[in-house]
């Protein structure tokens, strides 16, 4: 198998759609549609799996051919609400969902098929965007990041 920087990314949409509260597990193509220009409505309880970027963390040693590097993946939920009586974060139901999402993903650690840890640290949660706010729906951002360590030893 060809290394793969962003190999963990089914895995954490699968480890989500194990949930019974998520209605739905999307992607970025699915997001930039509904929050661009509004091709497509969410969809109440589904949640958006976006791959943030790639941080190298600094080494001593410049010449090593592995490098470890942080990754960010936000996990936003999409909540429907009906004008401004309805406010969403005061649904009980919709705080439970946004705390289980958060124990289902804070500290837990990827392995492969052959139960070996893909990352050398478990996911743990960080600052996240504001939640925005539109055509009658709430988008709730949670933001993880783990560690993976790269192996560039096969020029």
Known sequence: MKPNLLMILPILKNRLAEMPEIA???GVQELAQLT???EIQPLD???YVVFDG???L????SRLKQKKKRLSFSVILAKQFYGAEDVPHEDEAVGELLYAICAKLQGWQPVNDKKLPITTQPFDEVQALEPIYFDNFALYPLRFETE???NYSGD
């Open 148 to 150: 993976i360590l790269s």
């Open 54 to 56: 790639s941080q190298p």
């Open 36 to 38: 661009g220009e509004r």
């Open 24 to 26: 739905h597990v999307q």
């Open 45 to 47: 309880g589904t949640v």
């Open 58 to 61: 600094t080494s001593s040693n």
